[in-house]
């Protein structure tokens, strides 16, 4: 695609990688097919074809973003199905979280989006602040159906809807591990995810424990920043980048790590694009490389080490494959593999390449199409008629869980229940009694 960025623009690294990235762009429109939002709403300027088009004029102007533009842009779920499928290499990624920045520091919202998108950011990347949201939202949740008739007040009727019923006490920080370690790693803690599923991080460390791996939880680590790199809000994601860099290096160089596992695809994606948000600050750069290059999907890690050998109990598992894995990451294959190694029938749904629809807090900020998307996904997960949903992602498993009638788990606590660990808490339905056949398994 040409560009009309002048020479002073493009002394600014940030627009000269950017203008880079709308460069290679060659207008063939493989992106429109494999786009949620083209694919539902069929607007040219819903697809990331249209998006760069808008956000090239916005950039080379040095516009000040109107409204239709933020619309089109706050629309894009950032899932990165488009990089996929797009054979030029258009890194879309790095160019829609630079023009979010552009709007997050030259547009207004009107004040209904700014108090809800501070509300977020204040709230979801500290566990102490959101487990105190989550006791206040379960009072609040009778609101819901008032809250949904009212235009302006959907984004609060959406997070009332996904917040759960009831919160489990906070995951162990204790260091494991098993006598003679092959190695040692440290698990990210995450925000959002040891509240809401506590149970995913003991599931995580006793399969590592029994690979032979010890586990450590850093001390000084925070929120990894996605939540607010893709709301725009640079300075803050960029300080949570550096804040897990200062963390995750003095662990490297104390006692060493072989690896940072994320079990959160959504912060697995982002931890390995540290090397990139930091690649203009002298003083993290080099630090920030090191630290991705390190960084892995706790399915990517395990695909490469011997577990012992799994059973599946004749269950049938759907996998959805979470945006920001097969497509942010490209881990396509390793979580099925882990799963069938495991001894569990894996089926794959139609559509599997689109979006369910959380994209971090898009469930929340764009309910409408989010909720499209989650019913869609729903649906073709629901005619594989598999006995549970296994996915990679806490904000998948909660944007599909309100939907289905399916038990929707991590992908690690069906490994971990094969390989000797208890039953998810998820599949108390599926437990029959001492000795019984497990419901829903073949005969």
Not at 24 to 39: D, E, L
Not at 406 to 435: F, M
Request: glycine letters at 8%; aromatic letters at 4%.
């Amino acid at each position: 695609m040409r560009t009309d960025f002048s020479l002073e623009q493009l002394a600014d690294p940030a627009t000269a990688t950017a203008e880079a990235v709308i460069r290679k762009c060659v207008h063939c429109g493989f992106c429109t097919a494999t786009c949620p939002t083209y694919v539902l709403l069929g607007d040219e300027l819903d697809s990331p074809r249209g998006r760069i088009y808008l956000m090239q004029n916005m950039l080379e102007q040095e516009a000040t973003p109107t409204p239709d533009v933020v619309k089109h842009i706050d629309r894009c779920l950032s899932c990165l199905s488009c990089m996929t499928t797009c054979p030029s290499g258009v890194n879309y990624m790095h160019l829609v979280d630079h023009a979010r920045a552009y709007i997050q520091e030259r547009y207004r919202r009107p004040l209904r989006e700014r108090l809800m998108r501070g509300l977020l950011a204040a709230v979801l990347p500290y566990p102490g602040r959101f487990r105190f949201a989550l006791a206040l939202a379960r009072l609040a949740r009778p609101m819901t159906p008032l809250l949904d008739r009212i235009g302006a007040l959907r984004p609060m009727a959406a997070m009332l809807a996904l917040a759960p019923r009831r919160t489990a006490p906070a995951p162990s920080r204790t260091p494991s591990a098993p006598p003679s370690p092959r190695g040692r790693v440290a698990l990210l803690q995450g925000c959002a995810e040891p509240i809401l599923k506590p149970e995913i991080r003991a599931a995580t460390v006793r399969v590592l424990n029994r690979a032979g791996y010890a586990v450590t939880f850093v001390a000084g680590e925070q929120c990894c920043g996605a939540l607010v790199h893709h709301m725009g809000r640079e300075e803050a994601a960029l300080e949570a980048a550096r804040n897990n860099v200062d963390a995750w290096t003095r662990e490297m160089e104390g006692d060493g790590l072989d690896a940072i596992l994320i079990t959160a695809s959504g912060c697995g994606t982002t931890i390995k694009d540290y090397g990139h948000m930091l690649r203009l600050d002298p003083a993290y750069a080099e630090k920030a490389a090191r630290i991705s290059a390190i960084a892995s999907d706790i399915s990517e890690f395990l695909d490469a080490v011997d577990l012992p050998v799994g059973d599946g109990r004749g269950l049938s598992v759907a996998y959805h494959a979470a945006c920001s894995l097969q497509h942010g990451q490209k881990v396509t294959q390793a979580p099925q593999r882990l799963l069938t190694r495991a001894g569990y029938a894996v089926r794959t749904p139609q559509e599997a390449h689109l979006c369910c629809g959380s994209a971090g807090t898009y469930n929340i900020l764009q309910p409408v199409i989010a909720g499209q998307l989650g019913d869609r996904k729903v649906a073709n997960l629901a005619r594989l008629k598999a006995d549970v949903i296994a996915t990679g992602n806490i904000g998948c498993a909660m944007q599909i869980g309100v939907r289905s009638s399916t038990p929707v788990v991590h992908s690690i606590e069906l490994i971990d229940w094969a390989t000797g660990g208890p039953a998810p808490r998820a599949l108390a339905s599926l437990i029959p009694p001492a000795g019984g056949r497990l419901h829903g398994a073949p005969r």
